[in-house]
């Protein structure tokens, strides 16, 4: 069976190598680099077991890159603090939304009127849309890319039919199809990425309701998350556009 490798990161510009990646599974790295082909180089090499082999990797790399998050305890943080970070944030707050549903949504008067047919009579005065409008009119930005199977789950339906209200109060929502997220190498991990700087990783049990969130700073994992963000944004369609094709339920 093939491993699940994710890119971590490389030095080399467009060429390809050198590079590293991270088994998903094992956390194991995988190097990408230069083959060590000289027999008097190989001989001096210890305990080397039939089928090794050898790259050349400049040291710079690994200092970027190389994950140094082992044995690490993940900080967890309260929704109080968590909220408050859509107030502190200096410049840029971006979601990566993959889930097939939430069960938070579920509990909406807005969710049960749009499956029963309804108008869902938004609250555009409440006090996430407030908030939304005060941080952009400082010109803060809201950026969200969500992902839809085919064919969308009830709840990828609820919250397209919601993007163009967020959207009337400063959030800018885009879609990706998951075929195209997966193409792209995106995680299937729901998190905001706080001024290119700062991961809160959202946590689900199987009843899709959030348990935790965790405080990620740790900078390789960072990285990581802007060059995810960068990838989803470019290739991700605008939520008009892309609720243009989704064909109608039923």
């Not at 082999?53 to 140094?68: C, E, H, I, K, S």
């Not at 299937?188 to 990783?201: G, K, M, N, Y």
């Not at 060059?227 to 892309?242: G, I, K, L, S, T």
């Amino acid at each position: 069976m093939s491993r699940r490798l994710r890119y971590i990161g490389s030095n080399s510009g467009h060429s390809g190598c050198p590079t590293l990646y991270e088994d998903e599974d094992s956390g194991n790295v995988v190097v990408q680099g230069d083959l060590v082909t000289d027999p008097d180089e190989i001989a001096r090499m210890r305990n080397v077991k039939p089928g090794e082999g050898f790259v050349t990797v400049p040291r710079v790399l690994l200092a970027d890159f190389a994950p140094r998050d082992v044995g690490r305890e993940p900080v967890m943080i309260g929704y109080d603090e968590f909220e408050s970070m859509f107030t502190t944030f200096q410049h840029t707050a971006f979601r990566l939304e993959t889930r097939r549903q939430y069960g938070s949504d579920a509990q909406t008067e807005t969710y049960r009127r749009f499956v029963a047919g309804e108008d869902l009579g938004w609250d555009s005065d409440d006090d996430w849309s407030r908030n939304r409008r005060e941080q952009s009119a400082r010109g803060k930005r809201f950026e969200r890319v969500r992902v839809m199977d085919s064919p969308p789950t009830t709840g990828q339906r609820y919250l397209l039919a919601n993007a163009a209200e967020i959207g009337k109060v400063g959030e800018d929502v885009r879609y990706l199809w998951r075929e195209d997220a997966d193409r792209l190498g995106l995680p299937a991990e729901d998190a905001w990425l706080f001024d290119s700087r700062v991961i809160t990783l959202l946590h689900f049990d199987t009843d899709d309701t959030l348990t935790g969130i965790e405080l990620i700073t740790d900078p390789v994992r960072v990285a990581r998350a802007c060059q995810e963000r960068d990838a989803a944004w470019h290739f991700a369609v605008p939520h008009r556009e892309f609720g243009a094709g989704v064909p109608s339920d039923g």
